[in-house]
């Protein structure tokens, strides 16, 4: 197969003829030869060949020229037709309302995805630019489209199938560098959308950060606060117990002071009922005695009265003592009071015995005596301590009953 023709060198001389040249050499493969019985002369090396070589590369030229024009309008309008087909691509997804950093990631989402297409058209198209060739097939020389035309049909013309294999690579070229400025663009976008969701991001973590310390902070105020409440329940509950406690010490108080008193009114009224039984006794005494006994018994009833009274007003001044310092003081008290009483009981019971046997007998040597000084009561066989007041009085009934005594005496 031979070469095709290469341009004509302009150094060279041109020859000009004017007569008709047999060239009995073998042409190319791809140039139509003219008959040997045409009359018809035509201009070039072989006839009317060279008019389909350059209406060859005139085609290519007019269909690189109209691929260039079209490929310029859809440049321009390319930030539109992104546009576009993004707004086809959203609607293919969800498209309710979400946060900005959402947005933003299902934003990337959307870019991606028509990357990802717009990749496989590039890969597609880019194989269809190259299958031509076996490369780019903008800005070829004619003899390169010759050459491989050739390869595809003995002669090759602007209508034949090498010249529309040839159209449908430039074409595909051209789709191609749209396809590649379309991806370049998306590629920025997606970077640039992604500084944006960097920058969100950083802010959004950085309020995270805000919001948990602010967390943190609330919850360790939360946390004195709480131990703060169960320090003060605790010292509530604290001072409730000790309340209780004291409540249940000043109960336990009450009930033995209860107690004590309950024990002092059984012995005062054990006592009493014993002076009770006494004083029935004395009644009974006197009853059977002569009158100057009963004027006796008169005093010891004066002396008797003076002495309760006595004892009452002192027990009453014990008791209130006692109340205002501790029960159990009065307890014993009161019990001190008893054998104090019960004392002079004995003691007054053993001056009634002798008293009552000095009667008996014919002298009674110390009728009306007893002591002038000091709170006492002698009688013949010992003194009674009682209180001034009782004393006077003791003495007052004696002296009123002593004529009596004496009648009797002399009787």
């Known amino acids: 197969m031979q070469k095709p023709p290469r341009p004509p060198n302009q150094s060279r001389p041109v020859y000009y003829l004017d007569e008709a040249v047999d060239i009995t050499a073998d042409a190319p493969d791809h140039m139509i030869t ?28 007019a269909t690189n020229k109209g691929l260039e024009q079209e490929y310029q309008a859809k440049a321009s309008q390319l930030p539109q037709s992104i546009e576009a087909e ?37 890969h597609s198209k880019t194989v269809i ?59 920025q976008r997606t970077v640039n959308l992604q500084h944006t969701l960097s920058a969100m991001q950083a802010t959004e973590q950085t309020r995270l950060a805000a919001e948990q310390e602010a967390q943190r902070v609330a919850a360790e105020q939360a946390r004195i606060r709480a131990e703060a409440e169960a320090l003060a329940h605790a010292q509530e509950q604290a001072r409730l117990a000790a309340l209780a406690e004291a409540e249940r010490l000043a109960a336990e108080q009450a009930r033995i002071a209860a107690e004590a008193t309950a024990r002092y009114i059984a012995a005062e009224q054990a006592r009493l009922k014993a002076e009770a039984e006494v004083q029935a006794e004395l009644l009974r ?27 009452i007003e ?70 009674v301590g009682v209180s001034p007041a009782t004393s006077l009085a003791l003495r007052t009934a004696l002296r009123a009953a002593y004529p009596r005594l004496s009648q009797h005496s002399r009787q």
Do not use: C
């Open 34 to 61: 003219v008959p040997r019985t045409s009359s018809t002369l035509m201009s070039g090396a072989f006839g009317r060949s060279v008019p389909t070589y350059y209406q060859n590369q005139n085609a290519v030229k």
């Open 86 to 122: 993004l707004a086809a691509t959203r609607l293919q997804g969800p498209t309710d309302p979400l946060p900005p950093l959402q947005s933003i990631v299902r934003e990337l989402g959307v870019l991606n995805k028509l990357t990802q297409q717009k990749t496989a058209e590039f």
């Open 129 to 187: 630019a190259n299958a031509f060739y076996g490369g780019d097939p903008s800005n070829r020389h004619i003899n390169e489209f010759m050459k491989k035309a050739t390869t595809m049909e003995k002669r090759p013309g602007p209508t034949g199938i090498a010249m529309q294999a040839l159209n449908q690579s430039l074409k595909a070229a051209i789709e191609a560098r749209l396809l590649s400025q379309t991806l370049q663009s998306l590629h």
């Open 285 to 311: 005494f006197q009853a059977q005695r002569e009158v100057n006994r009963k004027a006796l018994m008169e005093v010891f009833a004066e002396f008797q009265r003076q002495n309760q009274q006595e004892r």
């Open 314 to 383: 002192k027990q009453l001044r014990v008791e209130r003592k006692a109340q205002e310092q501790k029960q159990q003081q009065a307890l014993l008290n009161a019990q001190a009071e008893a054998q104090r009483q019960a004392e002079q009981a004995r003691l007054l019971a053993q001056w009634r015995e002798e008293t009552e046997a000095r009667w008996q007998s014919p002298t009674f040597a110390n009728v009306g005596s007893m002591a002038a000084f000091g709170p006492t009561f002698t009688g013949t066989l010992g003194t």
